[in-house]
């Protein structure tokens, strides 16, 4: 599954060979040995280490069900009439699919395929960039397409990446990429980052957003077992960036053309944290981290008693 798709996540190997994650994470210990895989925080992908990319073609078969959740969540965040920026990735893509149906939007992408799923959109004014189209991930990148977001001012951006810990914020395994990201970032005034759990905790070569620029990170629910996906998520709340969590409870509120009644749809699912911004004084976020570990210490419990009957 990893040669054919590029990366695969423990819950989907789990689901497709019909047994525990826990069982899938101890053989995918075995292949990363015999030097087959790397291991990344929630999945494996080919061996390449921080230079390597996945094409489009396997990234749109990793984590899809929790980039649907993530896509229903942030289009609930995007008001009738606004002005936003969304960047390249199949998780923005999702997202423009949603967008699709807020009239009197403007979106400015350097994303062929974020443009493609709003072509046809009625009321929703799509603007490209312009440079170099990478093929990889139907971008554009280059001087021409930084320079054409120059001087632009809009709400917020909606950007994607190949990782995201507390330290560095979202990273980016290609250097043209990272740059027209960093563009994008500088024209909105408000960032929101959208990251299936199997980004975080995963490095890659160039930052795209700091942690102390992120507004908010729309994420999944990550795995029961998953204590690390946790304490990063506690990290960045830490370090005062908004924690949107998909999960499972019944939908509720957010904007009638963001996606509401749509098959499948997990809606965001928020918890109080008191956290600390740079330099500022304590404000009362909306945030998941810590109702997620409760629940995964309720998860534990019930898994030991099953074992015990």
Known sequence: MVRANGAVSLRELARVVQTSEVTVRRDVRALEAEGLLDRRHGGAVLPGGFTRESGFPQKSHLATAEKTAIADVAAGLVEEGEAVVVGAGTTTQELARRLARVPGLTVVTNSLLVAQALAHANRVEVVMTGGTLRGSNYALVGSGAEQSLQGLRVSRAFLSGSGLTAERGLSTSNMLSASV?????????????????????????????????????????????????????????????????????????????AGEGMPGRRPRRDAPLPVQRRGGPTTQLRSAPAGLLEQQAGERARVADMRRR
């Open 181 to 257: 990201d960093r563009a994008l970032v500088q024209a909105a005034a408000e960032v929101v980052v959208l990251a299936d759990h199997t980004k975080l905790g995963t490095d890659t070569m160039f930052q795209t957003v700091p942690t102390d620029v992120m507004t908010r990170l729309v994420t999944d629910e990550p795995p029961p077992h998953d204590d690390r996906a946790a304490t990063e998520l506690q990290a960045l709340a830490d370090q005062g960036v908004q924690i949107t969590v998909a999960g499972s409870a019944p939908a509720s509120g957010g904007h009638g053309g």
